[in-house]
């Protein structure tokens, strides 16, 4: 399929806000999410949005979504070390896939003292 | 709760020999389970749908002959790499849909391959 973008690496300072964006590829997915990758380990789900919504908060999480240009991001606020990680953007795809997920490459996010 | 496993974490195998590899969901039923394949430096990419007593469902491009897979019950799917070869070796990573959410899936910590 198409390729969902997201920026490769981002490098934060501790304490300051972290903003990952993602340009994704099919308009009628119905969800989209950011999945936590930390070194060694699987996938992780940290947050998703339904189409129709705008903006999500969870803690420190905010999701804006804007579906007209098919954009997402994802904006950490207060950035830990422990938040270094890759972040990956993924949408839904609406076929026979059922619930399948078309992953971006990946936001290496490095978060430093 | 939602936890898959897979087995094993991280195989060598040589050349030509065949390699399984296992993706249980632990404490859920999944009918589906999808496998994803992870390049260096690049994106997951989904491989093929596995349904319990059914067919799997293979992406463009994937060699079904290759990736054998079969979901035997309503926890366990395995990816069975046929003849293997040093460009099959990549990071197979397994999920599983989570009963009563929005699509959220439950992933595997992944399989780590190298075909030498």
């Known amino acids: 399929g198409e390729d969902v973008e997201q920026s490769l690496f981002l490098s934060v300072r501790e304490g300051d806000s972290s903003v990952i964006n993602c340009t994704y590829t099919?308009?009628?997915?119905?969800?989209l999410y950011w999945y936590k990758q930390e070194p060694g380990a699987g996938l992780q789900l940290l947050t998703y949005?339904?189409?129709?919504?705008d903006m999500k908060q969870d803690q420190r999480l905010t999701v804006l979504l804007n579906k007209k240009d098919k954009h997402l991001s994802l904006r950490i606020a207060d950035t830990q070390t422990g938040d270094s990680a890759i972040y990956f953007c993924?949408?839904?795809?609406?076929?026979?896939?059922?619930?399948?997920?078309?992953f971006g490459k990946g936001t290496s996010l490095l978060v430093t003292p | 709760g939602a936890v898959v496993s897979q087995h094993p974490s991280r195989v060598i195998c040589k050349s030509g020999t065949s390699v399984k590899i296992e993706c249980r969901s632990l404490?859920?039923?999944?009918?589906?389970m999808f496998w994803y394949r992870q390049f260096p430096k690049k994106s997951l990419m989904l491989m093929a749908t596995?349904?319990?007593?059914?067919?799997?469902?293979?992406e463009q491009g994937v060699e079904k002959d290759k990736f054998l897979i079969n979901h035997a019950s309503l926890t366990l799917s395995t990816l069975t790499v046929t003849s293997a070869h040093p460009e099959d070796s990549s990071f197979y990573i397994c999920?599983?849909?989570?009963?009563?959410?929005?699509?959220?899936?439950?992933f595997g910590p992944g399989t780590r391959l190298t075909v030498t």
């Open positions: 993924a949408e839904s795809l609406n076929s026979n896939s059922g619930y399948a997920l078309n």
């Open positions: 596995s349904n319990e007593g059914s067919k799997a469902t293979y």
């Open positions: 999920s599983a849909p989570i009963p009563g959410t929005s699509g959220s899936q439950a």
């Open positions: 099919d308009s009628s997915s119905t969800y």
């Open positions: 404490d859920f039923q999944a009918t589906t």
């Open positions: 949005i339904f189409s129709n919504m």
